[in-house]
């Protein structure tokens, strides 16, 4: 599975963000997705992961705030971002596992290169 991440940018604190990762084979729908980030000088952490039935999990900075969806047909899982804040500058990362357990543990199976998003106070 390769996974390409696009939709970071710079935005001003209060705005929002719509990550897409396009994923390539034709078992997208069978695997858990997640997205991570990473900020500079700290350990990437799990943003929110999505099974292949629907079940979300998110992380507790993204609650309330952020949504993971994914489009099957469209071999995509997104992230929709909202109320941005300073803190949520970082490097996202796209990823996918066959076990959910490997995204609560941050151990997915396949990796995209990240996107930057920059958020401006």
């Known amino acids: 599975v390769q996974l390409q991440a696009s939709g970071g940018g710079l935005v001003q604190a209060g705005g929002s963000l719509r990550l897409s990762c396009a994923a390539s084979?034709?078992?997208?729908?069978?695997?858990?997705m997640g997205w991570y980030r990473q900020a500079p000088g700290k350990e990437r952490e799990l943003v929110a992961a999505?099974?292949?039935?629907?079940?979300?999990d998110y992380a507790g900075p993204a609650k309330g705030r952020f949504t993971i969806s994914r489009d099957n047909a469209k071999n995509t899982v997104y992230l929709q971002m909202n109320s941005l804040k300073p803190e949520d500058t970082a490097v996202y990362y796209c990823?996918?596992?066959?076990?959910?357990?490997?995204?609560?543990?941050?151990?997915?199976?396949?990796w995209g290169e990240g996107t930057l998003v920059t958020v401006s106070s």
């Open positions: 084979g034709r078992t997208f729908g069978s695997y858990v």
């Open positions: 999505i099974s292949s039935s629907g079940s979300i």
């Open positions: 990823a996918a596992a066959s076990k959910w357990v490997a995204a609560l543990k941050g151990t997915m199976d396949y």
